[in-house]
Every structure is written in C-alpha cells, then in structure tokens.
C-alpha cells in the first residue's frame, strides 16, 4: 500500500461523522473561551512581562484587542459548532489562539497548544480536492489531527521516562488528599501504568484490533487522572472526543431496527451520526434483529437500542455526559467573572 | 499526482513541526525557540514541584498580602502540571505588580509612603531536591492619573 492509500484510509471520514465532530471540536473550543473567561484571563494575563521575544512589536497592542481576540474566539467557535462558515471560522479560532500564546506565551496551558494546532486542520476538514479514491486535503487533515494526538501521548511518555517521575513522588504530591499517597510501592506502581498507558495508546490506536481495549484504557486514564488529582477534565475531554476519528464505521454489520413509517423512531435515526444502526423504515412493526433472535416490543427495543448504544459507545455516553455538566459549570463561571469584574460598568 | 505530492508534504511539514516542538527539551540547541517554555513538549506532571507565592505590598513595618499568583494565568512558571518551572521570573513579575493595579487596590486608602515596596516571595521544590527561597522587590509605582 501506498503513503496515499494509507492516509486515504485512514483520514476519510464520512460526510455525517465530520460534521458530527467539528461540532463537538467547536464544543470543546467554546467551553475552552469560556473556560478562559471564567478564569479570568482576560483580566489576569501578565502584560508585557510574559510576551514572546520574537514579537516585540505585537507589545503596542491595544488593550482592546485581547478582550476582543477572546470574544471573537467564542464567537469562532460557536460558528464552528452550528456548521456556519465553519473552515472560516476554524481558521480564525486557530489563529486567535496562536495570538494568545504568542503574546503571552508563558500563560499558556497544553490544552491551548492542542486547540491551536488542531483548528487550523479542522479548518481543512471540509476540503474535498479530488475525491474518489484520489487523496484529499480532507484526508490529510484528518490523518494529521489522529496523528497528532497519538505524538501527545507519546512525548507525553517519553516525558515520564524520568527516574523522579517513576518514582511516585509526582503522584505523591497529585494524591495527597488521599491516604494511598503514601504507599511508596503504589503510586510508583501508578506512575509505570500511566506511563505504559500512554505508550500504548500512541500506537493502539491505529490499530483495529486493539482499538476497543485502547478506548476504555484512554476512558480509564482520562477519567482517572483528574478525578484523582482533583484537577479539570477539559483537556481530557479534548482527547476523549479526539477518539471519535478513530471509531470504524460498522458498515455491514451494524444491527437492524426495522420500524413502522409513521413511529418516533424516525426521530432517532436522524441522531444516529455515526450510522451504529441500521435503520429500515417500513409497514412491519418495530423490530430489532442483532444476529440472534429478533426482539419486538418498543420496550425490549428501547433496551435493546440503549444497549447497543452503552457497548459499543462507552467514551461517547461519558463525553456527553461531561460537556453538559461543563457547558452548564463553565457558562456559570464565565457569567459571574463577567458581572464581578465590572465588564458593564467599565463599558 | 503534483497535488497528492504537495499534500502530503503539508502534512509532512504539519508533522514535522510538532515532531520538532516536542523534541525540543531533548535536543540541545533547539530550546532557544521559546527558551524555557514548555509549548508543544506535552510535559505534563513531569516533576513534583511544591512550591508557596507569596505577594505583600511593606512600607516599613506594615505589610498587606494580596493575590498577586492572579495575575499569572495558571500559574504557570510554578506549577506541577508544567514543565516549564521559571524562577528566574520572579524579579521580573514584581516588576510587573509593582506597575500593576492588583498591588495598588492592596495599597488603596492605607496611605502609603513613596518609599512602599512590592515584595514578591517563592518558595518552591522540585523533587527530592533542597527547598529554594527567591524574593523579590520594586517600588511601588504611583497610580496614574485619571
């Protein structure tokens, strides 16, 4: 196989899974400006102290401009999520955030870095070129944003080749609320496991077969880290939704819902982005056929179906869950820092 | 078969650029790109750092405490989750205060003297190495006028 067949297969993305995660991306984007809003960065960032040396002149700038460049970012990003102009718009987040970096580079946060060089391909996710089975520009954004997350998890083990880390003495210090923090033996047990954990899935995850196991051990990780260290779960969520490029698409195997025309069920099938189910509109009764006998009965098909759903999408009911309640924690945050800072009365 | 070539170069150089990000605190020589800040090298709880930031406006013998730590986004020449420990900023961040607002709504209505200083203290540790104490000082700096 060639270089271009292997990015094809690897970077094609079917038309509703795309849109389905550049609105879950441009999701991620607006919780991470109102995360920056509710923290107060717009306020707090160190002045002309912390800005990159490279860009002396970028210090003249005026002080509406980062407030603005912020505002702009949430706007961006609301565009992204909704499908409106969303490469425009994924190019114009990208860039806001490479000014935010650049100015104030050392306020930066890893979570940022990854916002910043995965809009820009977002913003290519929507370039077709050829199509066919010629490779696109499409193929090749999608193949370096998968590629991109696999680098972070690598450096991020490479990074933990490091005798304090493996230790435990960093985990130590992340668990000291809990009295397993001072069993020595464990929390460098903890520090060789997250290490091999991120190893793994640098490399697991391009590969079908380990890629059920590499899901629920990134779900394991992602979830453990900071629900342990008492930390925010945003940039985790960056990598839990990352997994959906990596999801197969079922094709012929996905199981059959046969409904009548006129039921809800129709409803449902417009949820069904990722195609996990395959859906047969007709004048039967509702029916649900996944290789053993055929179940009947909305009931047992509910069941059947939010099964189906608990398998085969465990990352995708835990990142769902995750975005309302920080759609709902972040929005709060951003509100009050807003009203307290006096943004009304200094407008 | 121009533009399958010019594809995958973009992406090779996509790569390659954050390939080159990430290898920077291995590769000597390479750091002087953003020297000492941890953008791209995903260095994430690398090192236990315990570290105290202490910020005080004194005019002799009376002193106020404030949150100066807030004007720092994430805290981030002294956090754990970084990389990218930088005491050497100290002097520079009182600096920063002593010209910024958080320290004069400190000073506000305690009718400090011209000689009123921003004292910036860190005391941190990285690992299992010796504690280290850094402070800092700069003259308050009047407001400005409205």
Known sequence: ?347 | MTGERLRIGGLALFLGGVLLLGARPFVPGLNTLWPGCAIGAWNMYRSRVDARLLTSVRDGDREVYFSGGEAIWHNAFILTAHGDLRPDLVEQFAEFLSRGSLARAAADGQGYSPDAEVVVELVYRVNNQPEVRLEARRRLAPAEPR
């Not at chain 1, 696999?150 to 609320?177: H, Q, T």
């Not at chain 1, 059947?304 to 398998?311: D, F, H, I, K, S």
């Open chain 1, 1 to 347: 196989m060639t270089l271009a067949r292997f990015i094809v297969r690897e970077g094609r993305l079917s038309p509703p899974k795309a849109r389905l995660f550049r609105a879950c991306w441009g999701f991620l984007g607006l919780l991470t400006t109102l995360q920056m809003i509710g923290w107060g960065y717009t306020d707090a960032r160190g002045g002309g102290f912390f800005v990159s040396p490279w860009l002396p002149s970028l210090l003249a700038v005026p002080a509406w401009l980062h407030p603005g460049i912020i505002a702009a970012m949430g706007a961006s990003a609301l565009a992204v999520m909704v499908g409106f102009r969303a490469s425009l718009f994924a190019a114009l987040f990208g860039l806001s955030m490479w000014y935010v970096l650049l100015v104030d580079y050392f306020a930066f946060h890893h979570g940022w870095v990854l916002m910043a060089l995965s809009f820009p391909l977002l913003a290519l996710f929507g370039r077709r070129g050829g199509g066919g089975e010629a490779l696109t520009t499409a193929d090749c954004a999608v193949f370096g944003f998968k590629a991109l997350l696999s680098l972070v998890y690598l450096f991020a083990a490479i990074n933990k080749l490091d005798a304090d880390f493996l230790s435990g003495i960093v985990l130590e210090r992340l668990l000291m609320w809990s009295p397993l923090s001072q069993n020595a033996a464990l929390m460098s047990a903890l520090a060789w496991g997250s290490l091999a954990a991120e190893a793994f899935l640098a490399v697991a995850l391009w590969i079908p077969k380990l890629r059920r196991v590499a899901f629920l051990v990134g779900l394991g990780l992602h979830l453990g880290i900071p629900l342990l260290s008492q930390a925010g779960l945003l940039f985790h969520l960056y990598f839990l939704t990352g997994y959906l490029l990596f999801v197969s698409e079922p094709g012929g195997s996905a199981p059959v819902l046969r409904y009548p025309e006129a039921s809800a069920a129709r409803w449902l099938e417009r949820l069904d982005w990722l195609g996990q189910v395959d859906w047969r509109a007709g004048s039967g009764p509702l029916t649900w056929e996944a290789g053993g006998a055929p179940v009947s009965g909305t009931w047992r098909v509910g069941v059947a179906l939010a099964g189906r759903l608990v398998v085969a999408h465990p990352v995708s009911l835990t990142v769902a869950w995750f975005y309302g309640v920080y759609a709902i924690d972040f929005s709060r945050d951003a509100l009050f820092y807003l009203l307290a800072s006096g943004w009304s009365s200094a407008a």
